[in-house]
């Protein structure tokens, strides 16, 4: 148990469908991460929220939409999305105070698009 | 060419031996990681380096700054260690920037 904690733990969607992926802390932390990691390549982070602010969109489409209602709780909504994107997404927390924070992980959703 | 290289990237053992990662980095950081990410996806993180050398229990990692390489040690290595282990950077600047990661050890440790 890291104290990050994702649901659901696996899903499956058409390409038509929305859904959405909920990420939930209770560290304190005050900056929130999306990262995906796709079958034989590296994690790659696509959303980062500080302070409850996205700070950065990594080029992701807009097929995923991200929201952060507070410090504690992160979200991606999915709609329309491709085979392509079934993947392992990975919600992360860390503590924005200087460089070197230490980052908690999610145990991720297994997402397969059909 | 990935800014984060980790060697090797499979990695198999028998139980009782001890075993190196090795990750090279080719930007500037400001810290590194070491995460274990066992089978069903969920990931723990090991060590958080800037400078010198960390230990516990039986792993140990260690960062040469001026070489950009860092190193991850499991002594008396056992069949539970076996997953798959990853480096990740923090780039220079600070802030919140999320992490850039490697491609991953799988490691297998048999009994």
């Known amino acids: 148990e890291t104290g990050v904690t994702q649901t659901p733990r696996h899903l499956v969607m058409g390409m038509t469908n929305k859904k959405s992926l909920k990420c939930e802390q209770h560290?304190?932390?005050?900056?929130m991460y999306w990262y995906k990691q796709s079958a034989k390549k590296p994690l790659e982070l696509m959303f980062v929220?500080?302070?409850?602010?996205?700070?950065e969109n990594n080029s992701v489409p807009s097929r995923f939409s991200p929201e952060c209602p507070n410090s504690s709780h992160l979200f991606l909504h999915l709609h329309t999305l491709q085979p392509e994107d079934s993947a392992l997404y990975l919600c992360?927390?860390?503590?924005?105070?200087?460089?070197?924070?230490?980052?908690?992980f999610g145990q991720g959703t297994r997402l397969t698009v059909v | 060419k990935n800014e984060v290289e980790q060697s090797p990237q499979n990695l198999t053992a028998q139980e009782g031996e001890f075993i190196t990662i090795n990750c090279s980095y080719s930007?500037?950081?400001?810290?590194l990681h070491w995460l274990q990410q066992h089978p069903g996806g969920g990931i723990v993180s090991l060590f958080m380096?800037?400078?010198g050398k960390k230990k516990h229990g039986r792993l140990i990692a260690t960062i040469n700054i001026q070489e950009k390489h860092s190193s991850l040690h499991i002594t008396a290595s056992h069949p539970r260690d076996s997953a798959v282990y990853i480096c990740?950077?923090?780039?220079?600047?600070?802030?919140?920037?999320?992490?850039?990661f490697g491609k991953g050890t799988h490691l297998i440790i048999q009994p």
């Open positions: 930007v500037g950081i400001s810290a």
């Open positions: 929220y500080s302070l409850e602010e996205r700070v």
């Open positions: 380096l800037s400078s």
């Open positions: 992360a927390s860390s503590q924005v105070a200087g460089a070197r924070t230490e980052a908690f």
């Open positions: 560290l304190g932390h005050n900056a």
């Open positions: 990740a950077v923090k780039m220079s600047g600070g802030g919140a920037d999320g992490l850039t």
